[in-house]
């Protein structure tokens, strides 16, 4: 609260923009600092700056809605039960209407069994040869991480992209190439990356 966020990102956008680096990518503890990044920093710094950019949020596909999972989630076992009715019925709403598939945008977090029939897990993905990838949210985040000068993303993902380019020789990656990185909370950063990986 002491405005650490705006002493960090102001310098690193200009200094992105004014020497055609690629894109700022700032890692963050937990998923809460992140959305403030998100949601109320980055929003008021483009208001304010003089500088046109873009900004988006990195996160795994478990954060989104399969639209494929979801139409074929054998939905019985939901249904018999009163609170899973509820949320579903909630979701059913909000799934038509939703621009990006964020399942952070539901006023509830899904347990894990909704979770489970409303994502995807990397290994599950059909990717291109899914009939809904035309339209997929992930696919659709990937592109806005492309076009975004500021990526805020988290030390799961950010160690999680470390180790697929790690054991794809640089082949694959998770998150989009950065020529700036901005670790925020990196006092957690370690204990993270052994904990995780």
């Keep these: 609260g002491t405005g650490k966020g705006y002493a960090y990102l102001v310098p690193a956008i200009r200094h992105a923009l004014e020497s055609g680096a690629s894109r700022v990518l700032v890692v963050t503890a937990n998923n809460a600092l992140s959305e403030q990044l998100i949601s109320k920093d ?7 700056l003089p500088w046109q950019f873009e900004f988006a949020m990195a996160k795994g596909k478990g954060n989104f809605l399969c639209k494929w999972q979801f139409d074929h989630a054998d939905r019985t076992l939901l249904r018999v039960m009163p609170s899973s009715r509820e949320q579903l019925e909630k979701i059913d709403e909000w799934a038509v209407r939703t621009m990006t598939g964020d399942l952070s945008e539901l006023p509830f977090e899904p347990g894990p069994d909704m979770k ?14 899914c009939d809904r990838f035309d339209s ?11 076009t975004a000068k500021v990526v805020v993303t988290n030390y799961h993902l950010f160690f999680a992209n470390v ?33 995780t990986y």
């Design 42 to 48: 980055l929003p008021a710094l483009r208001d304010v």
């Design 116 to 129: 489970r029939r409303l994502t995807v897990q990397s290994d599950e993905c059909m990717g291109r040869k």
């Design 136 to 146: 997929c949210f992930v696919e659709a985040a990937k592109q806005r991480l492309e």
């Design 163 to 195: 180790a697929v380019r790690r054991i794809t020789g640089d082949e694959s990656q998770i998150l989009p190439s950065a020529d700036i990185l901005m670790f925020d909370e990196a006092d957690r950063a370690a204990s993270i990356s052994r904990s």
